[in-house]
């Protein structure tokens, strides 16, 4: 099974959402061989707290503009990483130290990568 259109297009949505908000990294994972809950990961590390809180505020912006809202938000308070969760894609937003720390590409090595159109974007971290 391989991520849906619509998963495609939020995760599209979000990765352009967040390179218009300068992330350092944006990279996407088609999970939903591996997870029954979502399709797509996105994963996006940004140089400062700062702006961690700009780019989850405008992915959710944009992706409410497409009809998706989030199902729940964790780690906002902190601003170190931010996953929101959509349903159809959870996006990962990571201060760079946390993401370099973590490595959640290596995690999901095994998952196959995802193009998501932006300039600057990794194919998975690979």
């Keep these: 099974m391989t991520a849906t259109d619509r998963s495609l297009e939020l995760a599209r949505a979000a990765a352009t959402a967040a390179s218009d908000k300068l992330a350092t990294t944006i990279s996407g994972i088609d999970v939903s061989d591996q997870l029954a809950l979502t399709d797509v990961f996105v994963i996006v590390s940004a140089e400062s707290e700062r702006q961690v809180g700009s780019i989850v505020d405008e992915v959710e912006d944009v992706l409410r503009a497409l009809g998706s809202k989030p199902?729940?938000?964790?780690?906002q308070r902190e601003g170190r990483w931010v996953l929101i969760d959509f349903g159809?894609?959870?996006?990962?937003?990571q201060h760079d130290e946390e993401r370099e720390f973590y490595e959640l590409e290596r995690l999901w090595k095994d998952c196959p990568a995802v193009d998501l159109g932006v300039v600057g974007t990794e194919q998975g971290g690979r």
């Design 71 to 75: 199902v729940r938000r964790e780690g």
């Design 88 to 93: 159809d894609i959870v996006v990962h937003v």
